[in-house]
């Protein structure tokens, strides 16, 4: 978050042709795909959905057999990361590094024609709230991995990088000209962005204009998005209108001032959530998400850097699973929900909108309610509904949210419902005690509020528990105690 302102011939050939045909389908439109979900949506049917929508990137924050696989001969660039709990092994190991490009680099393009060209070594390594737990790895992983390509023989083809939030720099005056790096990192940062310029490789950073307006009250709203209503930040001869384009600035403001003026730049994540919290709706997300991808098919830049970078919207669909540390929203990413289903509808360009995902399987159409004979006075409703929310994503429920109007019986059936379909409808998991609960086929679902029937994977086991895929940290925790009593008192 930091400061709010923040081979053959023929061989290229074929590439310049794929690279043309995706760039004239969506204007290189490039998205993250998170896998932490209880029922996540096929591979096969995400890369279909990816393009079928003009989607020519995309961005895994690990090395998932299931997607790179999927992802192989598609033509969909891909950057593949590595979680920040392996930079310690990767840092003080050569032989580690090769092994991890051998297995989830090297094999995919050579025996699965995956077309991978960047290896993202760490996520928000930097941020503050992780009190230095990887600044003495970071740099050392990321050295190991790219000796690791050369050794490979990819080292022109695979390009290392490190996504960092905005965090790492700052401006003393509030303006994007008085950018620099933050002062505990700086010579580290400037040692980073030498080995990755001496490398041909690209900084990737994070920008969340959602963060800056959840984070502060004051926040100018108008600010975060991109239709020019906001009230101008004056720099110079430069006007700003929209946190994006200062925030970036800021940050080549700070490249400009350690001498690396050109370096190429990839945002790696930025969106808006439509659930979680009072700013994070559909109609929110509909308006930054369709500015940001105007910009996209304008090719446009910002003022101190008329050159686009590449774009990564946050996210592609949203995942269940996900650490809600930073906050409610944060299962909430995606431009589709968790099944590849619209959310809300956005211009492409030449009379071009939002397909949904084909092909999905789900669970029989059934939800898990309250009974009407259930009395709101049981005394064991209160635990009941803690228990469900304790093995399910409850994120919808909470204030502002898409659920939030429920009433207190509408938020128990939602609590009931979810943990049964999170647990794959199976036997008894909608047998909640002194008979609160019972089946239904009658869809409950009521205006925003969306009863979920899981998809269909095949399977009874779920996934373990996983830490979030971006490291953003704000202190925002909803307890579980604190969920079941909101629940039902209705409020």
């Known amino acids: 978050m930091g400061s709010h302102f923040h081979g053959c011939k023929l061989w290229v050939v074929f590439l310049v042709l794929v690279m043309m045909k995706g760039a004239t389908a969506a204007g290189g439109l490039a998205a993250n795909w998170g896998t932490q979900s209880t029922h996540p949506l096929p591979a096969n049917i995400v890369v279909k959905l990816l393009k079928e929508n003009g989607f020519d990137k995309v ?23 590595i979680p920040n709990e392996l930079l310690g092994p990767l840092s003080s190991s050569v032989q580690a590094a090769i092994d991890w490009v051998q297995q989830n680099v090297s094999t995919y393009i050579s025996q699965m024609g995956v077309n991978i060209r960047h290896v993202a070594v760490g996520n928000e390594p930097f941020l503050k709230t992780y009190n230095d737990k990887f600044v003495h790895t970071t740099f050392p992983a990321l050295k190991n991995i790219q000796a690791a390509l050369i050794k490979a023989g ?12 905005a965090d790492v720099y700052q401006s003393d005056n509030g303006l994007p000209s008085g950018g620099s790096f933050r002062p505990d990192i700086h010579d580290l940062m400037v040692s980073i962005i030498k080995f990755l310029s001496e490398s041909n490789s690209p900084l990737t950073f994070n920008i969340y204009p959602f963060l800056s307006l959840y984070a ?3 926040f100018p709203k108008e600010y975060a998005y991109f ?69 996209i098919l304008q090719g446009r830049g910002t003022p101190r850097r008329s050159t686009p970078p590449d774009v990564y919207i946050f996210s592609l669909i949203d995942e269940d699973a996900k650490s809600i540390d930073p906050g409610n929203f944060e299962r909430h990413w995606g431009v589709f929900n968790f099944d590849g289903a619209l959310k809300y509808q956005l211009n492409l360009g ?48 909470g204030s502002g949210s898409s659920c939030g109007v429920l009433d207190a019986r509408g938020n128990a059936s939602y609590a009931f419902n979810v943990y049964f379909q999170t647990m794959n409808q199976r036997k008894g998991t909608c047998s909640f005690s002194n008979n609160l609960s019972m089946i239904t086929t009658l869809d409950p679902s009521a205006g925003t509020c969306r009863f979920k029937v899981m998809i269909d994977t095949g399977k009874h086991q779920l996934p373990p528990a996983r830490s979030s895929s971006t490291g953003r940290k704000l202190e925002f925790v909803l307890s579980v105690a604190a969920i079941a009593m909101l629940l039902v008192s209705g409020a």
Not at 154 to 165: M, S
Request: a negative charge; aromatic letters at 8%; one cysteine or more.
């Open 227 to 295: 239709d020019g209503n906001a009230a101008p930040l004056v720099d110079g001869s430069i006007s700003y209108t929209n946190v994006f384009d200062a925030n970036f600035d800021t940050l080549i403001a700070a490249l400009d001032k350690t001498g690396f003026s050109s370096m190429p730049v990839i945002v790696g994540e930025v969106g808006w959530p439509t659930d979680g919290d009072m700013h994070a709706n559909v109609d929110n997300a509909r308006r930054f998400n369709q500015g940001l991808v105007d910009r």
């Open 350 to 397: 030449s009379g071009r909108g939002l397909v949904p995902a084909k092909g999905v399987r789900y669970l029989t159409r059934q939800w898990c309610v309250l009974s009407p004979q259930a009395s709101l006075d049981d005394p064991t409703l209160a635990s009941s509904v803690s228990y469900a929310c304790s093995y399910s994503d409850c994120t919808s429920l």
């Open 59 to 81: 961005k895994l924050f690990e090395a998932d057999p299931p997607a790179l696989k999927a992802l192989g001969n598609s033509g969909i660039q891909v950057m593949v990361g």
């Open 154 to 165: 990819l080292g022109r083809q695979v390009k290392v990088t490190i996504p960092l939030n």
């Open 216 to 218: 502060d009250s004051h």
